[in-house]
């Protein structure tokens, strides 16, 4: 029998390789990026068109290659940054592995131009799918320009894969910025399809964070610094009530490189305790300079995932940073709101939880809307000839009457029954509804005890109420605003919103674009009058962002979904009787009232016999 095992050809091992490097445009422009700053570049541009999917092009101005050089920095292990296996525990560099040019001229056609200070003349190199297409000197200028076009043009499952052009350009952003933010010294051009999206003059890092997302970061945040001998801590939180609604502006850098880590994640949040209002994720943009021996950076092969040696330490090191940057905010700025949400605890009974002093989640009650019966019942929302659902669980008066009877010994005693028929049925007609934990209510059945979830329940009612006005397309009553809103957004969310912004203007939205990345709101939709616009839009690009692509013919389904979830009532709201019983009535004038549209149980009955069971 022969032998079996061959060597792969280069060209399949570098296109292995490249399916762990590089899985989409922005994993391409996070590797050129860093060659950019490892080469010791002042000024890098970055230049893409079609969400990198035509062109990713970056021109820097740092030391170049030599001929041999160029030539071999597409070669796989092929590396000018470490010589020998010790070299892994002092890097000092943003890359190292020496696989990023070679996997990526495996998947796509690349044109190298690069040129050193001392050299009169340059290099210029075409290759693709590892093929060395021509090799030739060129006039250019000092530095390095790549140019990497169509992007898995040989590997269609990959190019099919990926998401659309404004995803596609979020995720490039989001590297961009994880590379712009530590590197502020030095200056960074950005274009897409032809127009600026960033011009970032070398700067310090609080102006490179204002340049990046906006003016009103200058209040947003707080310093935070610490030295110890494991580790410098330098950076900023975010204060409280600015947290997002998504986790897109949390950045820990470990000597300059970008990392994710739940661990240390946690250290921030635990730091704010309760000033963080639910679901909500603080900003923060944090530096660990640390000794290269304490960690280890050879675990992920994007080098995202780093291990440090003493984890626990740093975590500890960074809570208290963070903590003690908080603190110091609310004793400086005498904040006494914030203040007195921490004093108050514990509440005195029968009082309310009061919501920290954020600006989310303001007291919008959807039901006094409905008291007044406005959109919901001339929708045909609220069919009130449907009463037979809830008739059949309720109990009626003849149940209670039969039960009393039935239970009277005394029958002869008739006013003893008629004091306790009126102590008793008065109470069920009305329903009673007992609230707990201020999430769930609970009410008597026929038949057994049903717990309903006020927040599920709520977001199935607006579920429903949204999905007939998409599907009947009569949104489009919109309400002129007074005063106009402009609201801004960060680059890479400004491009989401203009991919779904016909589907914005559908549901009632008068919106337009103004400005790079600012949108003017004219008008909008009358169901919509008491919300916070900024955080429903906020809140629809949050679903988008985690759908990704959406179909369209679920596009309805999709924006009734976010705006259900956006608007529902949360757990922690107290409710007074009159509005459970309104929102069990509204949740079971529907045919299918046990589900939200993601699944989720709105209610859940104990039946009298499975108590009986339990309990002789
Ligand atoms: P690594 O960065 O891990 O060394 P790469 O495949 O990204 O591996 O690059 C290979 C080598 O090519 C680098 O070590 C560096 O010497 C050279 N190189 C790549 N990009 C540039 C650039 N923009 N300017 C100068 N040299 C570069
Ligand atoms: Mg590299």
Redesign the pocket.
Not at 62 to 65: I, P
Not at 96 to 102: C, P, Y
């Given at each position: 029998m022969p032998d079996i095992i061959h060597l792969l050809p280069d060209n399949v091992a570098n296109q292995i390789a490249a399916g762990e490097v590089v899985q989409r445009p922005a994993s391409a422009v996070k590797?050129?990026l860093?060659?950019?700053i490892?080469?010791g570049?002042t000024q890098i541009k970055l230049i893409i068109k079609d969400a990198g999917k035509t062109l990713i092009q970056?021109n820097?101005n740092?030391?170049?290659?030599s001929e041999t050089?160029a030539r071999l920095?597409f070669e796989r292990h092929?590396?000018?940054?470490i010589k020998n296996a010790s070299d892994l525990f002092n890097i000092r560099?943003?890359?190292?592995?020496?696989?990023?040019?070679?996997s990526i001229a495996a998947i796509a056609q690349v044109e190298l131009k690069?040129k050193r200070i001392d050299d009169n003349i340059g290099t210029n190199i075409f290759i693709e799918g590892s093929e060395v297409i021509s090799q030739e000197a060129c006039q250019c200028s000092e530095?390095?320009s790549?140019s990497v076009k169509n992007l898995f043009y040989n590997v269609p499952a990959r190019r099919n894969f990926l998401k659309s052009n404004a995803v596609e350009t979020s995720h490039i952003l989001n590297e961009f910025y994880r590379v712009a933010l530590p590197f502020h010294n030095i200056a960074f051009d950005m274009y897409h399809n032809n127009s600026e999206m960033h011009r970032l003059p070398a700067s310090s890092l609080m102006q490179r964070i204002i340049n990046i997302f906006g003016n009103n970061y200058n209040q947003r945040l707080l310093a935070v610094n610490a030295e110890t001998s494991i580790c410098k801590i330098s950076g900023y939180v975010g204060k409280a009530e600015h947290s997002k609604k998504t986790k897109g502006e949390q950045f820990f850098f470990v000597n300059n490189r970008f990392i994710k880590n739940a661990y240390l994640n946690h250290a921030v949040v635990t730091a704010f305790e309760e000033l963080l209002p639910e679901n909500s994720y603080p900003s923060y943009f944090l530096f660990i300079d640390i000794d290269t021996k304490e960690i280890d950076i050879n675990i992920h092969p994007t080098k995202t995932e780093i291990k440090f040696l003493d984890e626990k330490s740093i975590y500890a090191i960074i809570k208290a940073a963070a903590k003690q940057s908080l603190g110091k905010f609310s004793i400086d700025s005498i904040d006494f709101d914030i203040e007195k949400s921490i004093d108050i605890l514990p509440l005195k009974k029968g009082e309310m939880v009061k919501p920290p002093t954020i600006k989310i989640n303001p007291d919008y009650n959807p039901f006094e809307k409905n008291k007044k019966d406005i959109s919901f019942s001339s929708s045909g929302f609220i069919n009130k000839t449907n009463k037979d659902n809830w008739e059949k669980i309720y109990p009626t008066d003849e149940n209670i009457q039969l039960k009393i009877d039935h239970s009277e010994k005394s029958r002869e005693d008739k006013n003893s029954v008629d004091t306790d028929k009126n102590n008793i049925i008065p109470e069920v007609k009305r329903k009673q509804f007992i609230q707990v934990n201020a999430a769930y209510i609970i009410t008597q059945l026929k038949t057994g005890i049903m717990i309903v979830d006020q927040q599920n329940a709520h977001e199935k009612i607006l579920f429903e109420h949204f999905i007939a006005h998409l599907n009947n397309n009569n949104f489009q009553i919109k309400q002129q605003q007074l005063f106009p809103e402009v609201i801004e957004f960060n680059a890479s969310d400004s491009m989401l919103i203009k991919e779904i912004i016909h589907d914005i203007k559908a549901i009632g939205f008068d919106i337009d674009e103004f400005g790079p990345s600012s949108y003017v709101i004219n008008g909008i939709p009358a169901d919509l009058q008491e919300c916070n616009t900024k955080q429903i839009l906020e809140n629809l690009l949050e679903q988008y962002k985690i759908t990704g692509n959406v179909p369209t013919d679920e596009k309805n389904i999709f924006i009734a979904k976010a705006l259900a979830k956006s608007l529902s009532i949360k757990h922690g709201k107290i409710l007074q009787q009159e509005e459970m019983q309104n929102l069990i009535d509204q949740l079971f004038a529907f045919p299918s009232p046990d589900k939200t549209a993601d699944g989720k149980n709105t209610f859940y009955i104990i039946p009298f016999s499975e108590m009986e069971k339990k309990l002789h």
């Open positions: 590797e050129l860093e060659n950019a490892d080469a570049a970056i820097d740092g030391c170049g290659m050089d920095s092929a590396t000018s940054k560099t943003m890359g190292f592995r020496g696989e990023a040019l070679a690069t530095g390095t790549i």
